[in-house]
């Protein structure tokens, strides 16, 4: 209603302040998440970054990005959808690092037409990582076997209930290769002729933001409030983008795809499930979180 006033009131008599709306990106990046742990991905995102896009005589979008990596499929997506809505509306893109962004959080981060860090903050990691666990051992002393029948002898590469076999891992590794490249090629088309020689860069190796500055992998240290401020004046005004919520004002739950007709038990095994999917879901981004001392 108040963007509607504002439309009808002559320019001239409208106040000076600019509003840019601001999205936070926080978390692990991967496909799926759980209801309690939602994790990033462009299915979960599309909708506060369109949103912010929409917003109305905002000369910019603010980012603001808290991310440890992840999946580098959903990191592209998410990248390319900023970069198609900023060509699409016009608007100039600013992401500001918080804690992390690596890996795959800097992928996303690429996406700003500036990138402004904490002098502390975490950046780089330009590589890929795949990382398990071998239980074939741990299965001969409990007395288990295990049986696997495939059509296709790749079928089950680095199975881990089996011995690590030297061509899945060369596999696995011309993959990693292959998707490094692409990485590479991110940061290159976006930081061009910023970028400093320097042979550490593209070996997944991470820095401060302060360092990051030197190495031109961001553009400026500050945070958010002050940066904008500066750049759009003193009246400038921050919108925080929230995700649409449901018709009672709350996201759904892990209630949300239990059927009408469930029962005790059913619900007992919803719970169970979520919860086991939970305690997973967290070690895997705390594994991703704990690389980089946080």
Same mark, same amino acid.
């Given at each position: 209603m108040r963007r509607l006033f504002n439309r009808l009131i002559p320019k001239s008599l409208r106040g000076n302040a600019v509003t840019i709306p601001v999205v936070r990106l926080s978390g692990a990046i991967m496909a799926s998440g759980s209801p309690m742990r939602p994790a990033l991905s462009l299915a979960t995102? !599309? #909708?506060? %970054?369109? @949103? /912010?896009?929409?917003?109305?005589? /905002?000369? !910019? =979008?603010a980012f603001a990005i808290n991310s440890p990596g992840g999946s580098p499929v959903q990191s592209r997506l998410i990248f390319k959808r900023i970069r198609d809505l900023a060509a699409e509306k016009n608007r100039r893109v600013f992401m500001f690092v918080e804690d992390v962004a690596a890996s795959g959080g800097y992928m996303i981060a690429? !996406?700003?037409?500036? %990138? %402004?860090?904490?002098?502390?903050?975490?950046? #780089?990691?330009? #590589?890929?990582?795949? /990382?398990?666990?071998?239980f074939q051992e741990m299965i001969k @002393?409990? #007395? =288990?076997?295990?049986? =696997?029948?495939t059509a296709g002898k790749n079928k089950a590469i680095l199975d881990p209930f089996q011995p690590e076999r030297k061509e899945d891992v060369e596999r696995l590794k011309a993959l990693q290769l292959d998707i490094h490249d692409t990485f590479i090629g991110m940061v290159k088309e976006r930081r061009g002729a910023k970028l400093a020689d320097d042979p550490e860069l593209f070996t997944g190796a991470f820095w401060t933001g302060e360092r990051g500055l030197s190495l031109g992998l961001v553009d400026g240290l500050g945070d958010m409030r002050s940066v904008l401020k500066d750049r759009y004046g003193p009246k400038t005004k921050l919108a925080l983008i929230t995700p649409q919520r449901g018709l009672f004002g709350r996201k759904l739950g892990i209630l949300g795809s239990i059927g009408h007709g469930a029962g005790a038990g059913d619900l007992g095994a919803a719970l169970a499930g979520n919860a086991a999917s939970g305690l997973i879901e967290a070690a895997e981004e705390q594994a991703l979180w704990s690389r980089y001392g946080l």
């Open positions: 995102t !599309a #909708g506060v %970054i369109e @949103k /912010a896009f929409a917003f109305p005589d /905002a000369p !910019a =979008v690429l !996406a700003g037409d500036e %990138i %402004i860090a904490d002098p502390s903050s975490i950046v #780089g990691s330009i #590589g890929v990582v795949s /990382a398990g666990f071998g @002393k409990i #007395g =288990v076997e295990r049986r =696997v029948h």
